[in-house]
């Protein structure tokens, strides 16, 4: 057991039979009574996002997780379908529990999935990836008094503000975490 003010952000746990990854986390202590903790977390069955309040001292129940290095291997639209690396099996996750991390799978990308009882779950990815910019924006000159940023649009059709000597053809690093631009690789 898991108790609530122990959640924090990207912990999973079990509750009313489905699995939950914390989104977000609040502790709220009034000037009188019981301190409460408000989660928003993720089904990762479903992808459906919940708010719950938990007065504190409640617990939630842990799960075990299996965690496997993997391969990206393509997008049925549906499902996107990952390889193991270690055994080859493939398995296949629901486009709506990845939801906007989509974006930054690349074809042969390595990846981290995690399983609960032999059942795919989450995909963890690396904290940069580099990628091609396809489509870049003309750069504005004149409006120079702050960092001038643009908007490019990558291989995966991930939008990133870059600076503007970014252009088109060039490999940026963009952080998966933010999804912002870091540094331009070439």
């Given at each position: 057991m898991i108790d609530v003010n122990d959640l924090r952000k990207g912990v999973i746990f079990e509750l009313d039979g489905n699995l939950?990854?914390?989104?977000?986390?609040?502790?709220?202590?009034?000037?009188r009574g019981k301190a409460t903790?408000?989660?928003?977390?993720?089904?990762l069955r479903s992808g459906a996002i919940i708010d719950r309040t938990f007065p504190s001292g409640n617990q939630v129940q842990d799960v075990q997780l299996d965690h496997h290095n993997a391969q990206y291997l393509y997008t049925d639209g549906e499902f996107y379908h990952f390889m193991d690396n270690e055994t080859f099996e493939q398995f296949a996750i629901p486009a709506k529990v990845l939801g906007d991390d989509a974006r930054f799978l690349k074809d042969g990308m390595e990846v981290k999935l995690t399983f609960y009882q032999s059942e795919p779950l989450t995909v963890?990815?690396?904290?940069?990836?580099d990628m091609e910019v396809v489509q870049a924006e003309v750069a504005v000159?004149?409006?120079?008094?702050?960092?001038?940023?643009?908007?490019v649009v990558t291989e995966t059709g991930l939008e990133v503000q870059v600076p503007a000597f970014v252009k088109q053809g060039d490999i940026i690093r963009v952080d998966t975490r933010t999804?912002?631009?870091?540094?331009?690789?070439?």
């Amino acid at each position: 057991m898991i108790d609530v003010n122990d959640l924090r952000k990207g912990v999973i746990f079990e509750l009313d039979g489905n699995l939950y990854r914390v989104l977000d986390y609040h502790h709220h202590k009034p000037g009188r009574g019981k301190a409460t903790i408000r989660v928003k977390a993720r089904d990762l069955r479903s992808g459906a996002i919940i708010d719950r309040t938990f007065p504190s001292g409640n617990q939630v129940q842990d799960v075990q997780l299996d965690h496997h290095n993997a391969q990206y291997l393509y997008t049925d639209g549906e499902f996107y379908h990952f390889m193991d690396n270690e055994t080859f099996e493939q398995f296949a996750i629901p486009a709506k529990v990845l939801g906007d991390d989509a974006r930054f799978l690349k074809d042969g990308m390595e990846v981290k999935l995690t399983f609960y009882q032999s059942e795919p779950l989450t995909v963890e990815f690396p904290i940069t990836v580099d990628m091609e910019v396809v489509q870049a924006e003309v750069a504005v000159r004149g409006d120079t008094a702050t960092g001038v940023t643009k908007k490019v649009v990558t291989e995966t059709g991930l939008e990133v503000q870059v600076p503007a000597f970014v252009k088109q053809g060039d490999i940026i690093r963009v952080d998966t975490r933010t999804g912002a631009y870091v540094t331009r690789v070439s």
